[in-house]
């Protein structure tokens, strides 16, 4: 399908691996030049070559921790232009309700409800003068159902959630469309840390705590990068254009719900 966005100029945050670098990857290969973020250099300079060198599309990239008012006026001066914003950062670490703190609490609203809401705020307007526009915000499949040891996960994307469910209904009418997207799990260094720490709350290695997290999806595995990037680039994409506010949740079916 031609997502119809070819020549477009996206901003994917926190997209030097994982769920971001799915989409960065994606967007690519519909031929959207891409500015793509990270606060370690190496890993996203080799993301940004490999792109370059499989799509031919245009890669800046700007190293800087997005959760900061530093690191985003670096990203937005380099940026530029931008018709796609895919929101993005890395997740709070799990912990237990009694541990968790003001600061803490601070941290997780800081990097998953206040930087994409700050992003938003820089980059509407242009999207909205320019009568087009797509922003994409990673969430998490926490958002329809808690996972209790990501309490300050599930805090701080109910935030960016309500913002955006009323902000989209504002924007709409300009062409610009906001929606979130809400991973279930997916084979990525963060899939990988949080299966270490339930083998090492439950007592088993993390071969078993793997193959337990597999057994108990639908589909008998995690998601792909790759899947999860196809998803937000038709999110992206021309045919979107009526998609207003909505959380779209990939998991394979993990939620347990009729609709
Ligand atoms: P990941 O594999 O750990 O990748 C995180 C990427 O974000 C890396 O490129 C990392 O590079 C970058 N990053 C992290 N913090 C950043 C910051 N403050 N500023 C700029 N870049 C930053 O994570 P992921 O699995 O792709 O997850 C992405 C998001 O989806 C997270 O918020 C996670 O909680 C959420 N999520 C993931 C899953 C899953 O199964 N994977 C499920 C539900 C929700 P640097 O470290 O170099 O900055």
Not at 21 to 30: P, Q
Not at 209 to 231: C, M, S, V, Y
Not at 240 to 250: C, K, P, R, S
Request: proline share 3%; hydrophobic share 45%.
């Amino acid at each position: 399908m031609d997502l119809g966005i070819t020549g477009k100029r996206a901003l994917v945050c926190a997209s030097s691996k994982g769920l971001g670098r799915g989409c960065a990857m994606a967007l690519a290969e519909a031929g959207v030049d891409l500015v793509l973020n990270a606060r370690g250099a190496e890993a996203l300079e080799a993301t940004a070559q490999e792109i370059r060198d499989t799509y031919g599309v245009e890669v800046t990239t700007v190293a800087a921790d997005i959760a900061t008012d530093e690191g985003r006026a670096r990203v937005l001066e380099a940026a530029g232009q931008i018709d796609i914003l895919v929101n993005n950062a890395g997740g709070p670490p799990p912990g237990f309700w009694t541990e968790w703190e003001r600061e803490d609490f601070i941290k997780a609203l800081d990097a998953n409800m206040l930087a994409p809401i700050a992003l938003m705020k820089a980059l509407l307007p242009g999207m909205i003068d320019r009568g087009w526009g797509r922003v994409v915000n990673i969430t998490s499949a926490s958002v329809r159902s808690p996972i209790a040891q990501l309490g300050l996960s599930n805090s701080a994307r109910a935030g960016l959630t309500g913002y955006v469910a009323g902000t989209a209904r504002q924007v709409a009418q300009h062409g610009v469309t906001i929606n979130n997207l809400l991973p279930g799990l997916h084979a990525t260094d963060r899939a990988t840390s949080l299966a270490k720490a339930t083998a090492d709350r439950e007592g088993i290695t993390i071969e078993e705590a793997a193959r337990n997290r597999d057994a108990a999806n639908p589909t008998g595995r995690i998601g792909k990068a790759e899947e999860f990037g196809a998803t937000c680039a038709f999110m992206c994409s021309q045919h979107a254009g009526f998609m207003v506010g909505q959380n779209i949740l990939l998991d394979g079916g993990a939620f347990n719900s009729t609709t």
